[in-house]
């Protein structure tokens, strides 16, 4: 099958460490014939580590979409509130659009990307590598199975701590540049509500509390939230960037049991006291989510993540934040 022509918009950490590693192993469905950032040394590193040559190396995107004649697609990593602009413009260009998330930095734009794909007649996906997750994927079909019985509840702390100095929050956009509503909670959190979407389904209320620990970690760093899934299950959800915490496993309770969803397994809980594990496939979320892109492409076919789930993430998002500052209540 044709390889698709492949360019990527963003050379920074994500591209690098989570990105090129899939993109490396999938050169029998892709070629990446160009590549761009503003900071062209970080354009060349990315081009040299996958040997490609030196005039594939752009500075600037809306040159490189319009000159780049052979492009199919294009990976988007930027900086957050350019997400929507950028992916919009490719999208109209007539390329097929993976995009770091969250969808948008506000609830309209995450709304407008879900038209993106039938409007320009591209395939654009929001590169929510959760999605992809073999352990989230395992604990929602044991959910489907009633293994513990009726799901009623779930517990999770995501709970991270941040040093000031740490490689991800030096990027400006990140750390210090407090235009992004929500900081890390918007950042880091759509991930953590994507997952619980897959095993819970759709939340219909929030009620949350947020501060800002670590003025250093931009404008918010903690949220706690308690959200109620349309199927009336009840999630306790700690998000934190600036806590310490030995335990980040998600907890899923059910009338006949509990699962304790970890790194390597997902552990069951008995009634008669017994621990019965479940073991899940451990391949790369990011090579996963690259492979149903480009086979997306291919095949002519709707990626397997639901366009409306990342837009959705940034709708819960927003209401955590909307919640944490008016104490109120919010229904999505």
């Given at each position: 099958m044709k390889k698709i022509k492949i360019g990527i918009i963003g050379c920074g950490l994500i591209t690098r460490e989570a990105h090129l590693p899939a993109v490396k192993r999938l050169t029998d469905k892709l070629d990446v014939i160009a590549v761009c950032n503003r900071s062209e040394g970080k354009a060349i590193n990315i081009a040299n580590e996958l040997g490609i040559p030196l005039h594939t190396v752009w500075t600037d995107w809306k040159e490189m979409i319009q000159e780049v004649k052979d492009l199919e697609a294009?990976?988007?990593?930027?900086?957050?509130?350019?997400?929507?602009?950028?992916?919009?413009?490719?999208?109209?260009?007539?390329?097929?659009?993976?995009?770091?998330?969250?969808?948008?930095?506000?609830?309209?734009?995450?709304?407008?990307?879900?038209?993106?794909?039938?409007?320009?007649?591209?395939?654009?996906?929001?590169?929510?590598?959760?999605?992809?997750?073999?352990?989230?994927?395992?604990?929602?079909?044991l959910i489907q199975e009633e293994i513990i019985g009726k799901l009623h509840s779930i517990s999770w702390n995501v709970l991270n701590?941040?040093?000031?100095?740490?490689?991800?929050?030096?990027?400006?956009?990140?750390?210090?540049?407090?235009?992004?509503?929500?900081?890390?909670?918007?950042?880091?959190?759509?991930?953590?509500?994507?997952?619980?979407?897959?095993?819970?389904?759709?939340?219909?209320?929030?009620?949350?509390?947020?501060?800002?620990?670590?003025?250093?970690?931009?404008?918010?760093?903690?949220?706690?939230?308690?959200?109620?899934?349309?199927?009336?299950?009840?999630t306790s959800l700690n998000l934190g960037w600036k806590s310490l915490n030995d335990d980040k496993c998600l907890k899923l309770y059910g009338d006949k049991g509990t699962l304790a969803v970890r790194d390597d397994k997902i552990e069951q809980l008995t009634l008669s006291g017994e621990t019965v594990d479940h073991f899940f496939d451990t391949e790369n979320d990011f090579f996963l989510q690259w492979s149903d892109f480009l086979?997306?492409?291919?095949?002519?076919?709707?990626?397997?993540?639901?366009?409306?789930?990342?837009?959705?993430?940034?709708?819960?998002?927003?209401?955590?934040?909307?919640?944490?500052e008016t104490g109120e209540k919010v229904f999505l």
């Open positions: 294009v990976l988007i990593a930027l900086p957050i509130p350019l997400n929507y602009s950028v992916s919009e413009a490719c999208c109209k260009a007539g390329l097929s659009v993976l995009c770091e998330k969250p969808a948008g930095i506000s609830v309209e734009e995450a709304v407008a990307t879900g038209d993106f794909s039938l409007k320009y007649g591209v395939t654009f996906m929001t590169a929510e590598n959760f999605h992809y997750q073999p352990k989230f994927n395992k604990a929602a079909e701590y941040v040093k000031s100095d740490n490689n991800y929050n030096q990027t400006a956009w990140r750390g210090a540049d407090f235009t992004i509503p929500g900081g890390y909670v918007l950042d880091g959190g759509v991930h953590a509500v994507h997952a619980l979407q897959m095993i819970a389904g759709p939340v219909k209320s929030v009620f949350a509390k947020v501060k800002s620990i670590d003025k250093n970690l931009g404008s918010i760093d903690t949220a706690f939230a308690l959200l109620e899934h349309e199927n009336s299950v009840v086979d997306a492409l291919q095949n002519n076919r709707p990626p397997k993540i639901p366009k409306q789930m990342p837009i959705d993430d940034v709708k819960i998002i927003m209401a955590i934040l909307e919640s944490g």
